[in-house]
C-alpha cells in the first residue's frame, strides 16, 4: 500500500494520498503574490510604459523588479507531529518564513517570518522539539542552523556550504550533513566549489567529525538508519573552476562568429515582430511551449541540461530521469562495505517500514534498503524531494 507522501515539484507542494496527489498553495506566499500585483497596478504610471503591453518598459529593459517579477516558492517540507502535519518553508527573494499545515482542515500557521532568512533541507528531531536546516548567507555560503520556537541558532561557521542535515537515529543531538569548502581567488571572489563531504556534528560538545571524504565525489544528502547503515546519493565531483581555453575552440567561435551574429540579428527582428503584431518571424519552431523554461535547472547544486537527458531517453519512448545515471544511491554498512541500490537519484527518504523512497525528477520508486523489490509508485513532472509522512 502506498504511504500519504508530500513531494516539491520546482517550488510546488503536493499531498499524495490514496494515488491521488492535491496542491497545496500557501496563503501567505498568494498573499505576498497578490500584494505585488497591487504595487505594480499602483505604480504602473510611473514605470514610462512598465505594462506587461508596452514594447520599452523598463523592467523588460533593465531587469527592474516592477512586483511581478516576485517568485514565491516552497523551498523545503518535512512532517510535523503527526501524518497529518507539515512543517514547510515558504520563501521569496527577500523573506523567508517557517509555516505549520493541516492536511485535514487544511489551514496554514505562520510560526515566523524574517527578511533575509532563506532556509532549506528540514530535519525534525524525532522525538524532539528542534529542527535541523540549511540557512544560506548573503556571501553564497550556507551553514547548518537549529530551529527552536521561532530561534533559528547557526551552529556551523566557515567558508563552506552546509547542508542537508539528517538526525543519527537513536543518537540524541548528533546528526549528519553534507559539507563543501568554498574556493575564492586573491580578491575574495567565489571561483568555485570543492567536493561535497559527509560530516557528523555533536551539538553537546559542537565537536565536527568527517564520516565520509574522497575528492573524486561529491557525498550528497546523508541519513542513517536504525541499524546504523548509512545512505548517501554519490555523484562524480566537478569543480565548475573554468578550464583554460583551448585554441581549436578559439578558432571554432571566430569561425562561427558571423552566423551566431546572424542568430542574433534575427531574434532581435523577431521580438520587435512579436511586440508589433503578436506574431514570430518563423513557425518552425512549433507552438511556444507555456510555463517556465526547463531546458537547465538547478539541481542540488548542480547545473543540469534536461534537455539533454529527455532527449536522449526519448529515443527510447520514456524519460524517466532529470539527473545522470551516475548519481546513485549507495548504501555503507558499518564495516564499510558499499552497495549501490539505484541510478539517476536526486532525492530519497524512508517509510515506517524502513523502506526506501527516492525520485529521479520524473518518476517516483519504492524498494527495500538492500535494493530489491522495485516498484514505480508514480509520475510526475520535475519532482525534487519526496517526503513520507508516515
Not at 548509512?230 to 578559439?250: A, C, D, H, T, W
Request: some cysteine.
Amino acid at each position: 500500500m502506498e504511504p500519504p507522501i508530500v513531494y516539491l515539484a520546482q517550488g510546488r507542494l503536493f499531498y499524495r494520498n490514496n494515488g491521488t496527489a492535491e496542491l497545496i498553495e500557501s496563503q501567505y506566499g498568494q498573499d505576498v503574490m497578490k500584494r505585488a500585483l497591487e504595487r505594480q497596478a499602483k505604480n504602473e504610471w510611473k514605470t514610462a510604459g512598465g505594462s506587461s503591453a508596452a514594447l520599452y518598459s523598463r523592467g523588460s529593459l533593465w531587469g527592474a523588479d516592477n512586483g511581478a517579477s516576485t517568485v514565491v516558492k516552497i523551498s523545503s517540507v518535512v512532517r510535523g507531529q503527526s501524518e497529518n502535519e507539515l512543517l514547510y518553508v515558504v520563501a521569496t527573494d527577500s523573506v523567508g518564513g517557517l509555516f505549520k499545515y493541516d492536511v485535514q482542515s487544511k489551514k496554514e500557521t505562520r510560526i515566523f517570518h524574517k527578511e533575509k532568512l532563506w532556509l532549506s533541507d528540514l530535519s525534525r528531531q524525532p522525538g524532539g522539539e528542534m529542527i535541523a536546516c540549511g540557512k544560506r548567507m548573503p556571501n553564497a555560503t550556507s551553514r547548518l542552523a537549529v530551529i527552536r520556537g521561532q530561534d533559528v541558532s547557526e551552529v556551523t561557521e566557515g567558508d563552506s556550504v552546509d547542508e542537508a542535515p539528517s538526525w543519527i537515529p537513536g543518537a540524541g543531538n548528533k546528526l549528519l550533513f553534507q559539507s563543501a569548502g568554498v574556493g575564492r581567488n586573491q580578491n575574495g571572489v567565489m571561483i568555485g566549489i570543492g567536493h561535497a563531504s559527509i560530516q557528523k556534528l555533536d551539538l553537546d560538545s559542537g565537536s565536527i567529525t568527517t564520516v565520509l571524504e574522497n575528492e573524486s565525489f561529491d557525498f550528497l544528502t546523508p541519513r542513517q538508519n536504525q541499524n546504523g547503515d548509512l545512505f548517501f546519493i554519490r555523484r562524480p565531483y566537478e569543480s565548475g573552476v573554468n578550464k583554460p581555453y583551448p585554441l581549436s575552440k578559439m578558432f571554432l567561435d571566430v569561425v562561427l562568429f558571423p552566423f551566431r551574429l546572424g542568430r542574433a540579428l534575427f531574434h532581435f527582428l523577431n521580438f520587435f515582430s512579436i511586440s508589433f503584431s503578436k506574431k514570430p518571424l518563423t513557425t518552425a519552431s512549433g507552438p511556444k511551449v507555456e510555463g517556465p523554461d526547463e531546458k537547465t535547472l538547478f539541481l542540488r547544486g548542480r547545473m543540469i541540461d534536461t534537455q539533454k537527458f529527455i532527449e536522449e531517453q526519448g529515443k527510447n519512448n520514456e524519460v524517466s530521469s532529470l539527473v545522470p545515471k551516475n548519481w546513485q544511491l549507495v548504501k555503507r554498512t558499518s564495516d564499510g562495505k558499499e552497495t549501490v541500490l539505484a541510478d539517476s537519484v536526486l532525492y530519497y527518504d524512508f517509510d515506517a517500514e524502513g523502506n526506501l523512497l527516492y525520485t529521479t525528477g520524473m518518476s517516483v520508486f519504492r524498494m527495500d534498503t538492500s535494493g530489491n523489490g522495485k516498484m514505480l509508485v508514480f509520475k510526475d513532472k520535475l519532482v525534487d524531494t519526496v517526503v513520507v509522512l508516515n
